[in-house]
């Protein structure tokens, strides 16, 4: 699949670099271990096993069916955005320590590939998410700004793409746990991971997976009641659009400012009065933003269209303040049931 160049080097720190790093720490590691041992924070004393996710879904995931019974650990801090994030040498330590390491996959986590090629034959068991569930590219919806620029407004206020454009071939879209039934399907695979690896907690593992799996579909049924009884099945997005599986799971179409992994922040002249237009055309209640999101763009949206603007949530991080107070992805999901009744009504 053709590759965008837009995150080859982040941070400072290209993927090639993290690679050299890691074989730093891996030795420097095991020359610390020889010598009385290494231990980071995620490794346990008390013979829990170690897991690893590099961001919250899976995180959420984990510590619904293991509980106090692993010792887990998130790379991603709360309150970062997912697609600047660069490992530290730590991060990089906790890898290489972990008995269960779960990332996500796909382009923005390449980095990871690379660092488990370049690790020894371990133990450990690793997990990626697009590998959980059937997946989809990313799309570019009509009237969505092009990383390109070449859309174009022509002169009857609609958005143009060119015919290169229309035809480019788009990345796999990685944010494949919006969709509770993939949530499901993924929370299934970590409890068959964390048996294999933690036998003597097996039952645990298997009832508290079966009890998150029913709220899961609790929660998928609820969206379909919400969506099968609205008034209309559109959103609009001033802002990226992660939510693509989410979308396909209960029929919704969408227009957005960008696709789920854009870098740009900074929308054309085009794309904004296409959205506004829509807006004002569909007579929505209100457009929507990510959570963690700058909220530049569906103020100004709903500024010229006198509407409000509402959180839709992705999952992909919360707040410090929202993970101190126990924010899960069910209650995370459980706001978007009723953004979507006001939205769609």
């Known amino acids: 699949m053709k590759k965008r160049s837009r995150r080859r080097m982040r941070r400072g720190i290209s993927r090639s670099g993290a690679v050299l790093l890691a074989g730093c720490i891996f030795v420097s590691g095991s020359l610390l271990t ?3 041992g290494n231990r980071t924070e995620n490794s346990a004393d008390d013979g829990r096993i170690s897991v690893v996710t590099t961001i919250f879904p899976q995180y959420d995931f984990v510590r619904q069916i293991a509980g106090d019974y692993v010792d887990l650990t998130m790379l991603l801090k709360p309150g970062e955005e997912t697609h600047s994030y660069e490992p530290t040498p730590q991060d990089i330590i906790a890898i290489q320590n972990s008995d269960v390491f779960i990332y996500v996959g796909g382009e923005n986590d390449a980095w990871v590939e690379e660092i488990l090629e370049s690790m020894p034959d371990e133990d450990m068991i690793t997990l990626k998410l697009l590998d959980c569930v059937d997946t989809v590219e990313e799309e570019q919806v009509e009237g969505m700004q092009e990383e390109t620029g070449h859309s174009h407004e ?14 480019s071939v788009h990345e796999i879209d990685e944010h494949v ?3 509770p039934e993939n949530a499901s399907a993924i929370t299934g695979e970590i409890r068959d991971i964390l048996m294999e690896k933690d036998p003597s907690n097996r039952e645990i593992y298997e009832e508290n997976a079966r009890s998150y799996q029913e709220k899961l579909s609790e929660l998928d049924r609820e969206f379909h009641e919400v969506v099968d009884s609205a008034e209309r ?6 802002d990226r659009f992660p939510f693509r599986y989410f979308a396909d799971a ?17 929308p054309s002249a085009a794309t904004m009065a296409f959205l506004i237009n829509k807006v004002k055309e569909e007579k929505v209640p209100a457009v929507l933003k990510m959570e963690l999101s700058s909220d530049n763009i569906a103020n100004a949206i709903a500024e010229a269209t006198g509407t409000e603007v509402r959180t839709f949530y992705s999952c992909h991080n919360l707040s410090a303040d929202d993970f101190e107070n126990g924010e899960t992805y069910l209650s995370m999901m459980q706001k978007k049931v009723e953004t979507l009744k006001e939205v769609l009504n």
Do not use: R
């Open 177 to 179: 746990w919006t969709d």
């Open 34 to 36: 020889g010598c009385g």
């Open 233 to 238: 099945n559109l959103v609009i997005f001033g």
């Open 250 to 266: 209960y029929g919704l179409d969408y227009y957005a400012a960008f696709p789920g992994c854009a870098s740009d922040t900074e």
């Open 154 to 167: 022509e002169e009857d206020g609609h958005v143009h793409e060119n015919e290169e454009d229309a035809h």
